[in-house]
């Protein structure tokens, strides 16, 4: 069964610092690799995906893929209150059409 | 903006009861998904759908049928609710699993 798992499983940062999350997934013929951000009460909407080895940039928010070492990091520059949230990673690419989730990670950034 | 609705948004049901819960996209999407929720599991996958009239098992179908009778409408059904079913449930939608996924605003189900 493919695996996806995250770590921290929560995470607290200064205000204006840098929060990094990570995640590892066992299928290297996954295809993308997304993040979610989930607030209290709400679904999980998409921040930012990767498909090719390397980082990709948007706004505060850097991912990095290492597809040899099946491991996928996100990093937000100058964290805000409002970033606080829960963080999930997503990987598909194994049977047609399955995404699979990891248990997620709780960011808190402290004013 | 693509939109998914989910019903009801919260159900109280009784131990070997039957619940079904409804979603629907105007998004024009082929792929649709039913998640679970529970503290410290993150989101896994129950069902999953590609194509109107046909649904895939996900991680944890067990106890859980899944009706995709059209593109929009994706339904989960419990025929027999059990206690360890007490979770929220997500429907989500995607044109392609290298596209966004859509996420309706979930469903709390209690099961007593």
């Known amino acids: 069964q493919e695996k996806v798992q995250q770590s921290p499983e929560s995470l607290i940062v200064p205000e204006g610092a840098m929060s990094s999350l990570n995640c590892t997934f066992s299928?290297?013929?996954?295809?993308s690799i997304w993040w979610y951000q989930q607030h209290p009460g709400k679904g999980p909407e998409a921040l930012i995906?990767?498909?090719?080895?390397g980082n990709k940039k948007e706004g505060r928010l850097t991912v990095y893929l290492n597809r040899a070492s099946l491991h996928v990091s996100l990093h937000i520059r100058d964290s805000q209150p409002s970033d606080s949230a829960v963080y999930l990673c997503a990987v598909s690419g194994y049977n047609q059409g399955k995404l699979i989730f990891g248990q997620g990670t709780k960011l808190s950034i402290k004013p | 903006e693509a939109a998914v609705t989910q019903s009801p948004r919260s159900k109280v049901a009784v131990t070997g009861g039957k619940v079904t819960l409804s979603c629907h996209q105007t998004n024009n999407h082929d792929y649709m998904y039913w998640y679970r929720q529970d503290t410290g599991h993150g989101l896994r996958l129950i069902h999953y759908?590609?194509?109107?009239?046909?649904?895939e098992k996900g991680d944890i179908p067990d106890g859980y049928k899944a009706s995709r009778p059209s593109q929009e409408n994706f339904s989960l059904i419990l025929e027999l609710a059990s206690l360890s079913q007490t979770a929220v449930y997500f429907c989500?939608?995607?044109?392609?699993?290298?596209?966004?996924?859509?996420f309706g605003a979930g469903t709390r189900l209690s099961v007593l």
């Open positions: 989500a939608s995607t044109a392609g699993t290298e596209n966004t996924l859509y």
């Open positions: 299928n290297s013929a996954s295809q």
């Open positions: 995906s990767i498909f090719s080895n």
């Open positions: 759908s590609y194509v109107a009239d046909s649904t």
